[in-house]
């Protein structure tokens, strides 16, 4: 016969700690993000005639977080189990804001027990975190030499390696596994155990390629309002925008890259701007930024709040579960 456990005192204490204390977080990291800009922002908008570039600069980066969910949730169709739409967006809307917080694992940390709550094993979980890095930051390195003629010249040559290695893995995707087990051996960590497809690995890095291309409309947006010659801005920007951003991201210290980024865009928007106005645009784009992220992934969370229904009770995270058998009915069969 089978005996329930007790359930331990104040086992469910830390669950609901962490149901606090993580958006608790996440705010204090995007205040951070946005501390001492509001005077920048306020600048901007009361420039004459800079509010149209500055909706074309939201719109633009709104766009590309979409394509990086469509990023990640090719790569999850492919290596785990099939889960609804509205189900994939929650998880990873909470876990993209989580990258305000320093440090990467608390992004990791939230699709692990959210997608664990809803079927997915962890080693899948942990595939795909991985995988998705690793073809946001070839993909970003890829798009990168854009910017290269009119920022480092003939010496940035190497550049061109991460595009040719992304081509490879667009033609031999299955590359992409030992490529992300080597990636794991150098961190000392265990070799991801899924392996992902050869459809899902191309739809990731058409995905991550377009987000690239569609963010960097918005730093060619805020560059053009300061003076950039339009032409001339745009693979500056586009490039600049996605080798800056791939870099930093592996800055895991920092939230969200935060400072690495500005630093890494000044080489490239120096070449079409002053030093002054290259800052300017700097600042801006980490405050446009956000706030798009923050107007797409807040809505996106309150467009899936969980459904609550008498019949099925809801997980920790508002994931709906099964509802399973117990003992008594199944010894009943």
């Known amino acids: 016969m089978t005996t329930a ?15 606090i204390l993580f958006p608790l977080a996440v705010v204090t990291g995007i205040g951070f993000a946005l501390y001492d800009r509001a005077g920048e922002l ?3 908008v009361l420039r004459p005639g800079s509010v149209p570039y ?15 969910m469509a990023t990640w949730r090719s790569l999850l169709a492919d290596l785990g189990p099939r889960l609804p739409g509205r189900t994939t967006t929650r998880i990873y809307f909470t876990s993209y804001l989580g990258k305000y917080v320093p440090g990467a694992v608390w992004g990791v940390l ?16 942990l595939a795909v975190f991985l995988l998705n890095l690793i073809v946001a930051v070839l993909t970003g390195l890829a798009v990168g030499p854009l910017a290269a003629p009119w920022t480092l010249g003939a010496g940035a040559w190497w550049l061109v390696l991460p595009g040719a290695l992304t081509l490879v893995l667009a033609v031999k995707p299955h590359l992409l596994n030992r490529l992300a087990a080597s990636a794991a051996r150098l961190a000392r960590r265990p070799a991801p155990q899924a392996r992902a497809g050869a459809r899902g690995v191309r739809r990731a890095l058409a995905a ?3 987000s690239w291309a569609v963010s960097g409309l918005h730093l060619w947006a805020l ?31 920092l939230p969200d890259g935060w400072g690495a980024r500005e630093a890494l865009l000044l080489l490239s928007l120096t070449a079409v701007l002053p030093w002054q106005e290259a800052t300017a645009v700097a600042v801006a784009s980490r405050v446009v930024c956000t706030l798009s992220e923050v107007l797409v992934g807040g809505s996106a969370l309150l467009l899936t709040l969980p459904r609550h229904s008498p019949h099925v009770p809801d997980s920790p995270e508002g994931i709906p579960c099964p509802v399973s058998s117990t003992p008594s009915t199944t010894a009943s069969r």
């Not at 079927?119 to 979980?125: D, F, K, L, N």
């Open 5 to 19: 456990t007790a359930p331990r005192p104040g086992g469910a204490l830390l669950p609901r700690l962490l149901r």
């Open 208 to 210: 991550a390629t377009a």
């Open 54 to 68: 500055l909706l074309l600069a939201l719109a633009a980066n709104a766009v590309a977080v979409l394509f990086t």
């Open 42 to 44: 306020a600048a901007l």
């Open 223 to 253: 560059a053009v309002m300061l003076g950039a010659p339009p032409l001339t801005a745009l693979p500056v920007c586009v490039g600049g925008f996605a080798l800056a951003t791939a870099a930093a991201s592996l800055v895991v210290v």
């Open 110 to 125: 939230a699709q692990l027990r959210m997608a664990g709550a809803a079927g997915v094993p962890a080693p899948v979980v």
